[in-house]
């Protein structure tokens, strides 16, 4: 038995893997060559690249039994740098690492594993982390029983996770160990971001979006004896990817490789450490360093107090010098020194600086951007002590507070400046420290596993504070901080400013509830669930205002809810009494059903199911009603896209939107970010904009209503609204300031300026300060941003995409103003109509930006990798001498001229290959990743055709050939291509010589020949630039003026210009002499003379075509181009052909198939025409149909691009086609028209004088001045208005002219032209406008006309064009590619509804349309108007269609005979009980300025009486004996109509065609008709919202348009009018009828038991004594009880309050017999 143990245990341990963890052994030491590289890397191998290469010995001694030494010795650091593949030794930096690794270091190893490290107290982090890479490799973690598997293991890149395989060879006692990690799955990954705490990552989106990708792969090899294992040698690669646009193609690469090769072993061991070692961590990377190193150029640091001295006076004369860049460069060195400064060090250099002015600015900006603790308690400290000024404070606190490092100590700080008195003595200062406070909490606990409850305290007492006192403006305060904040821990607070959570809320204004809902947005990002539910409740709460519940919906979605709660929601708008939220509701989830983008599949998914459960009735809603507008985009290929949403929340009491907010969100690969978000909110703006002197509280009105109110059983006045406009603004996801004007700051604002609230010292106050003139300079310096992120490599650098910029904005302006005759004690604004103003400025704005974007090693010892510049820069020079003569309508402004060259703008990048280290500081190493060469000169190129160059992209094969035709380049271009690079250079200029000066664009770029991909696109050199330089002219220009002559000195001041200065008319000239020489300076004989050369040229050439091609011309859609050919014609002089065959054969056979398939389609309504005059061809080769109903229904069934505009004055003969264009006849037309306008009989100058002329020339010193003059006709006739702009130059020889006229030609055609060049015969643009019909509906039709243009205008035509298809899309609009004319656009826009439209674009080979677009406006029609019907051929129509538009958006009310028309636009019908006045309409605000009653009288059902209580007055207005009647306070008015009030001075009562009216405007009264049968009322759009009665609220909110004086809704029309009676006495009253609750007649059981049931609503019931001689059956609601309950009727006045249990119908009262009734005598 003990033999048969024994071989069992020997089978055992021979069936063991042996142990291959290393093992280094006591009293030895290992000796290992050790060699790390990193390289870096563009997907072009031909680019230039950039490393670094480690060198050295390594000595490994264990110690004890876990304890080992690690010895580094003879470090060799070598740098490579550009196309050579070939490294350069550092030896100054070599030596500075040997120094800090001359000391051995301990470290714990076991099994393979290594744990603790420990390190010298003075040892740089930088070497402990290079002895980390080597100890990486030592890192082996060992399964016995398995050979392939996967675990988590520690490493230098953190916890990841990590594939194990191995390999043994028993035989020879080797193993060979392989191991690989996926870099982007770690459990604890070693990572540092900063400046991205506002970028939120999307954990569950796939891994293939993200654009950092990294792996390591090691390979050991292990010899093993019985004595253990040893490492022979140890191989690591790692891989990162870095894809900026997600491009596989496009990924930048680093590459580090490790080689730790066993060379021998020695004794003795290696000498314990002669200093004390201290703990330094694990394996684990460690930052420190490399986090206060910006990626730029590096600093050495030495004396931070001299260094930043020096730097700030360098600083400082660059930029007066005007050397921005490297002002810019200092800026961001002198950030960094600051973060190093100590307290001390910054006090000084602010002694030592403070009054001096020109180092204040940076000064201050740099220290809020340095974002260290001792600059942010140095702020601090300035501002306690008043040494800052209000704006400088008010500059740098939101910057402070946004760049600070978030840690204890300056949180600290942060709080100490909520209690700062001089803080609290600013209301702004106060606004932006409490914000920023917030956001500093949200990036603390960003980083924090526990947010701690004592930061959020002083923002929680603050609410506490505010609900003590009563403030609401420190309780939005403080919901706006706390929404900064973000923590779930202010749920609690927060949640008791909701009604729906806390009744105490309720007394709120709707304001705070609203920031009380979006303080929740942010704490969603923590703990979305929360408040999710929060939210949904809030929405749910249809007691609370509507755009509190609005804003709820849009936390809400912002939680990405699941379909259950989408359906939720979706299902409670099926019954949602608001159309308001439902509206908005809708609109929003069918915007996010529309979305892109990825991160929001889910949600997108959800809501499309829920908007089919709605149906569409929702969104055929108006923008009457609120609604989320939404543009997006999104690219999949590169993982980007963009949202840009507008929420549009209207309130019941406002025409227009009462809260706007608009917000724009980024994503990128698998983050996204909220880039800046602007709301504005608005309430009672009305009043703003109406008379407050009125005394409404003190007439007779108010007071009636007041009691009229305490008949009506539960009625309350709205509550009231004061003025209110408030904004705020959001960076990237953080309020950084809101303002809130109410009248009483607008008037605070007045009274500081001025001492009065009167506007009129505010003028003046504004007069005398122009009149001191300005004189300074302004510079702000900014930090735009700093985003790094840091990743450890193997070899223990860290690697950063680093990305930091700085902006610059200056201004300095020395400006003087005159103004005569000076202003006076009495002045009054009408004075400055009588003033002359001299101004003499020179104004010099500047601003440049400058990014640096960093990919590499980056330690404040050494730097290797890319470094990509990007710079902005705009340079501005404004220095003119103004004079403005009011009395004489004349304006002179004089300038100089170009001296010198000046780049006004421009734009460059550039990147480079860098390798730099602190111990060369001045022998950096900088290559151009480019391999060197000349670029080609083209000076002396051809200039080539448009043909000749690069073949066109896809976006250009659709731009129509005649944009492209014959285009010539005015520009220098030349391309190169080598095989590593590709150069582009290209300018463009224009020549104003006769100003003396030039504009140039310029653009050269340099980049990889193989453009395949953005990255090697945008990593090349680029430059784009606009130059201002001098042209050589023969005389020298002094100077370069502008004058600008009004009125009746125009014509004179043209003839003075001509007549070099000499007066030869005066102002006693006649008129005739003056027009004759004008008309010759202008040379309008000329433009006659070549215009009609041109009409009969166009005529020969039409007739030569008609008479050659007339099978051709024969199809309609060809009728253009005859046009087209004879415009070619007529265009020798650009060098072309007269007319493009090939080009006609294309359309030719397009259009027959065309043609082949509409005359198909139109065989239904052959009949008609053939009936009539059938089809037929005109002159004009347009297509014509007689008769109505064949042209509607020819177009009944045919798509909307192929409909018919039919022109309103050819409606009786036929239609023109949308898709031909302007006929031959057409176009020669549109030259006779204008011909015919510049001809004797038109030209507007034989019979009137200019109203305006402008002269621009230039002053020369021995020469003539040249330049251009301008002149402005215009004829105001009733029924033709007219306006002709003729331009030419002021020196005889040149022919060059500007010709312009625009006209209407009747009430439904306007056309315009515009010509210029040579006798105004070179180009020419025409534009068309017209009325008529499309299909059977009303129509506009637009049309432009380019015969001949300019390059520059074909070129942005082509730019233009290639993106519109695009854009379109994004709008959702349709397309189709369709050829239409090549020379002509046509928008068509008909009018289906009054809140829709179609719209069709016809461009030359695209159309894009879209049907049933909303309109944001209604547009007024005439119910009894037929459409065809043509409208007057008034001239007054047009200002007549302005105002119909402004009368639509007023309230109209009307009652004729049983048929009511409420405000809202809802008809119903109601027979109104004789005798019993009804209240119509009534002012229900605070104010209650007026009251109109009605009431049907005995004698007829068709005649009504009404009574209308405005201010003091009572008028009465009634039929009797078959006359109009009209009293006023009881009084016969007299006959002499119109009757004006003398109290209420803005209420008038007229008679107009047989009817009586009342206008009251200022009390909300536009209009009130009345001629005994029906009555019109019109209310002010700002009585929105305001007013009840009979006639609605006027809230656009139709499903509550049954609503009584208490706020029931009423089940039907009938009880709805009962509930507006108003009772009178029951004896002395001509009314019998009172309201009162009743008992349901029939037996009823509730709840299966008996119940007797009680009406919540009173019943219109006789009085007592009288009995009912008629009734009508009304619904009604009823409270039922148990048939036992106490409740009775008795003392019961209303029962509303209780519940409604079930609905019934029973007999109203509506006449009264009163024969038994007992009265008092």
Not at 464 to 479: F, R
Not at 744 to 750: F, G, L, S
Not at 940 to 953: A, D, I, N
Not at 1201 to 1208: D, G, I, M, S
């Amino acid at each position: 038995m003990k033999g048969l143990i024994l071989a069992l245990v020997f089978a055992l341990v021979e069936g063991q893997k042996q142990d291959l963890e290393p093992v280094f052994h006591m009293g030895k030491t290992y000796l290992y060559s050790y060699e790390s590289i990193i390289m870096h890397r563009l997907p072009d191998r031909s680019l230039a690249t950039a490393g670094l290469r480690l060198a050295s010995k390594v000595e490994i001694s264990r110690v004890s039994h876990t304890e080992h030494l690690v010895q580094i010795r003879s470090p060799k650091l070598e740098e490579h740098n550009g196309f050579v593949d070939s490294f350069t030794p550092s030896s100054k930096l070599s030596e500075t690492i040997a120094a800090c690794l001359s000391q051995p270091l301990k470290f714990e190893y076991t099994e393979g594993r290594v744990g603790s490290i420990f390190a010298p107290e003075d040892c740089p982090v930088l070497c402990t982390n290079l002895v980390r890479g080597v100890l990486n490799l030592l890192q082996i973690t060992i399964k016995k029983t398995q050979n392939v598997y996967e675990l988590q293991e520690a490493g230098i890149e953190g916890i990841c996770q990590t594939r194990y395989v191995i390999q043994d060879d028993s035989k020879n006692k080797r193993a060979t160990i392989s191991k690989s990690k996926d870099l982007t799955d770690c459990q604890d990954k070693a990572v540092k971001n900063l400046g991205v705490a506002y970028v939120r990552p999307c954990p569950t989106c796939a891994l293939k979006a993200r654009n950092i990708k990294g792996t390591v792969t090691f390979t050991f090899q292990i010899k093993y004896d019985d004595s253990g294992a040893s490492l022979t040698s140890a191989v690591s690669d790692q891989l990162y990817q870095i894809s900026p646009f997600n491009e596989p193609n496009g990924a930048a690469v680093v590459e580090a490789r490790q080689e730790l090769s066993l060379v021998g072993t020695k004794r003795p061991p290696l000498s314990a450490p002669t200093s004390q070692l201290q703990k330094q961590g694990s394996l684990r990377y460690h930052f420190s360093g490399e986090i206060l190193q910006m990626p730029i150029p590096l600093i050495r640091i030495n004396n931070p107090d001299l260094q930043l001295t020096e730097t700030l006076r360098q600083l400082v004369q660059d930029n007066e010098r005007g050397a921005t860049k490297e002002a810019s460069a200092k800026f961001l060195q002198m950030v960094q020194l600051f973060r190093v400064a100590t307290l001390n060090q910054i006090e000084s250099l602010w002694l030592r600086f403070v009054s001096e002015l020109p180092y204040r600015p940076w000064f201050l900006s740099t220290i809020c951007a340095a974002g260290a603790t001792d600059t942010f308690r140095f702020l601090k400290q300035k501002i306690h002590d008043k040494k800052l000024n209000i704006w400088e404070a008010a500059v740098t606190l939101p910057l402070a507070f946004h760049f600070v490092t978030p840690n204890k100590i300056t949180l600290e700080i942060a709080s100490s400046f909520l209690t700062c008195p001089e803080i609290q003595k600013v209301p702004m200062h106060r606004i932006i420290v409490y914000l920023g406070y917030g956001s500093m909490v949200n990036k603390y606990c960003a980083q924090a596993l526990l947010c701690p409850n004592e930061l959020l305290q002083p923002l929680h007492n603050l609410a506490t504070e505010a609900t003590s006192k009563g403030d609401a403006k420190d309780l939005s305060l403080a919901l706006k901080a706390m929404g900064n904040a973000g923590e779930p821990a202010s749920i609690k607070r927060i949640l008791k400013f909701l009604p729906t959570f806390s009744t105490a809320a309720v007394s709120l204004p709707n304001t705070i509830h609203a920031d009380a809902v979006l303080a929740l947005r942010k704490i969603a990002r923590k703990d979305p669930a929360k408040v999710r539910d929060l939210t949904l409740q809030v929405f749910m709460d249809r007691t609370l205002a509507p755009n509190v519940r609005m804003v709820a919906c849009v936390a809400l979605f912002e939680t990405k809810p699941a379909l259950p709660t989408v359906t939720a929601l979706a299902t409670s708008l099926l019954t949602e009494p608001s159309l308001q939220v439902a509206s908005f509701a809708y609109s929003h989830m069918k915007t996010l059903a529309a979305g892109r983008i990825p991160q929001l599949y889910k949600l997108s998914a959800a809501c499309n199911v829920a908007i089919k459960l709605l149906g569409p009735r929702l969104g055929r809603l108006s923008y009457r009603y609120s609604k989320v507008i939404q543009i997006t985009d999104y690219s999949f290929p590169y993982q980007a896209g963009a949202i840009w949403r507008v929420y549009l929340m209207n309130s019941p009491s406002t025409m227009f939107p009462s809260d706007i907010i608009t917000k724009v969100r980024g994503y990128y690969a698998n983050t996204a970010m909220d880039i800046i978000e602007v709301a504005f909110r608005s309430q009672g703006l009305t009043k703003l904009m109406r008379k407050q002197n009125i005394p409404f509280a003190e007439y007779d009105t108010y007071k009636t209503l007041k009691e009229l109110g305490k008949s009506f059983l539960g009625w309350k006045e709205l509550p009231p609204e004061d003025p209110l406009i408030s904004a705020y603004i959001k960076v990237l996801g953080q309020e950084i300031a809101f303002v809130d004007i109410d009248k009483d700051a607008i008037q605070q604002m007045m009274m500081s300026l001025t001492g009065s609230s009167d506007w009129q010292p505010v003028v003046k106050k504004v007069v005398e300060e122009v009149q001191r003139g300005v004189s300074g300079q302004w510079t702000l310096p900014v930090l735009v941003g700093e985003m790094r992120h840091i990743v450890p490599t193997v070899a223990g650098l860290p690697l950063e995409l680093g990305l930091c910029g700085a902006a610059v904005a200056q201004a300095a302006a020395d400006v003087d103003v005159k103004v005569s005759p000076p202003v006076s004690d009495n002045f009054k604004p009408s004075q400055l109509w009588e003033t002359k103003t001299d101004i003499h400025a020179d104004i010099r704005p500047k601003a440049y930006f400058h990014m640096i974007a960093m990919m590499g090693i980056n330690t404040q010892y050494f730097q290797s990798g890319f470094e990509y510049h990007a710079e902005f820069s705009a340079n501005t020079t404004m220095k003119f001498d103004a004079w403005i003569n009011m009395k004489e309508k004349n304006l002179k402004i004089e300038a100089l001229p170009c001296h010198q060259e000046v780049e006004i703008a421009a734009v460059r990048s550039e990147i480079y290959a860098i390798s730099r280290n602190m111990e060369e500081v001045d022998s950096e190493k900088k290559s151009q990743i480019f391999p060197k060469g000349e670029i080609p000169s083209i000076s002396h190129k051809q200039l080539q055709s448009e043909g000749s160059s690069k073949p066109r992209s896809w976006k250009q094969s659709s731009i129509p050939n005649v944009i492209s035709r014959g285009y010539q380049r005015v520009s220098e271009e030349a391309h190169h291509n080598s095989a590593r690079r590709r150069f582009y250079t290209r300018r463009f200029c224009k020549k104003l010589e006769s100003l003396g000066c030039s504009t140039c664009v310029s653009l050269k770029s340099q980049n990889s020949a193989l453009r395949n991909t953005y990255l090697l696109t945008l990593f090349g050199d680029f430059e784009a630039k606009i130059i201002l330089k001098p042209v050589r002219t023969d005389a020298d220009i002094d100077k370069i003026q502008l004058e600008v002559q009004a009125g009746s000195k125009a014509a004179s001041k043209i003839i003075e210009v001509s007549s070099s200065g000499s007066k030869e008319v005066g102002e006693a000239a006649p008129h005739e002499d003056i027009r004759a020489k004008l008309k010759k300076i202008l040379g309008i004989e000329e433009l006659l003379m070549a215009a009609n050369k041109t009409r009969r040229r166009t005529k020969r050439i039409n007739r030569e075509y008609k008479t050659e091609d007339t099978g051709l011309w024969a199809e309609p859609s060809l009728s253009h181009f005859s046009s087209s050919s004879s415009s070619s014609a007529a265009s020798s002089a650009d060098g072309r052909e007269p007319g493009d065959h090939y080009r006609k054969d294309e359309i030719r056979q397009s259009w027959k198939k065309h043609g082949s398939r509409s005359s198909s389609g139109s065989s239904a309504s052959s009949k008609a025409c053939s009936s009539s005059s059938s089809s037929q061809e005109d002159d004009s080769g347009d297509w014509h149909c007689g008769g109505h109903s064949e042209y509607s229904n020819q177009q009944a069934n045919s798509p909307v691009y192929q409909l018919l505009f039919k022109p309103a004055d050819e409606q009786g003969t036929g239609g023109e086609i949308l898709n031909i264009s302007i006929s031959s006849s057409s176009s020669s037309d549109s030259e006779e028209d204008f011909s015919r306008a510049i001809s004797q009989s038109e030209f507007l100058g034989d019979s009137k004088l200019p109203i305006l002329a402008a002269v621009l020339r230039a002053i020369h010193r021995n020469k003539k001045p040249t330049g251009l003059q301008f002149v402005l006709y215009t004829d105001t006739q009733p029924r033709r208005w007219r306006i002709q702009v003729f331009g030419s130059s002021i020196t005889g020889p040149s022919r060059w002219k500007l010709c312009a006229d625009a006209s209407v030609i009747n009430y439904q055609k306007v056309s315009g032209f515009l010509k210029w060049g040579r006798d105004c015969q070179d180009y020419e643009i025409a534009t068309h406008v017209a009325t008529g019909k499309f299909a059977a509906y009303p129509a506009m039709q637009m049309k432009l006309e380019w015969l001949k243009v300019p390059s520059i205008i074909r070129t942005t035509a082509r730019w233009f064009y290639s993106f519109l298809p695009g854009a379109a899309y994004l709008l959702g609009f349709s397309q189709r590619q369709q050829l239409g004319p090549s020379h002509q656009a046509t928008l068509v826009m008909a009018l289906t509804s009054p809140r829709t439209c179609d719209v069709v674009f016809k461009l030359p080979e695209l159309t894009i349309y879209d049907t049933a677009i909303s309109l944001p406006l209604p547009v007024p029609s005439h119910p009894h108007t037929s459409v065809s019907a043509l409208p007057s051929s008034d001239w007054k129509d047009f200002s007549q269609a302005t105002l119909s538009l402004i009368e639509s958006l007023k309230g109209h009310c009307t009652v004729f005979q049983n048929k009511i028309t409420t405000f809202n636009g809802v008809e119903f019908n109601y027979s109104m009980p004789a005798k019993c006045y009804h209240v119509l309409l009534q002012d229900c605000s605070p104010e209650l300025k007026f009251l109109v009653t009605v009431k049907r009288l005995e004698e007829s059902a068709d005649l009504t009486a009404i009574n209308v209580k405005v201010a003091n007055h009572e008028i009465d207005m009634y039929v009797s004996d078959g006359f109009i009647q009209l009293k006023v306070n009881g009084a016969p008015a007299p006959e002499d109509l119109p009757y004006a009030s003398k109290y209420a001075t803005s209420m008038v009562i007229n008679s107009e065609k047989k009817r009586l009216t009342l206008k009251a405007p200022d009390y909300g009264i536009d209009k009130i008709y009345y001629d005994g049968h029906k009555i019109e009322i019109q209310v002010a759009f700002w009585m929105a919202g305001k007013i009840c009665g009979i006639c609605g609220k006027y809230d656009a909110e139709i499903e509550r348009e049954y609503q009584t004086p208490s706020g029931y809704l009423a089940k039907d029309a009938v009880s709805f009018g009962h509930s507006w009676i108003i009772s009178e006495d029951p004896c002395t009253g001509v009314c019998k009828l009172q309201r009162q609750l009743v008992k349901s007649e029939k037996p009823v059981s509730f709840e299966k038991t008996a119940a007797k049931c009680f009406s919540v609503e009173p019943v219109l019931r006789c009085v007592k004594g009288c009995s009912a001689t008629q009734t009508v059956p009304v619904s009604v609601g009823f409270h039922c009880v148990p048939a036992d309950s106490a409740l009775s009727l008795d003392g019961q006045p209303r029962l509303d309050q209780k519940s409604e249990d079930v609905v019934s119908s029973v007999s109203a009262h509506t006449a009264c017999s009163c024969q038994q009734q007992a009265c008092p005598a």
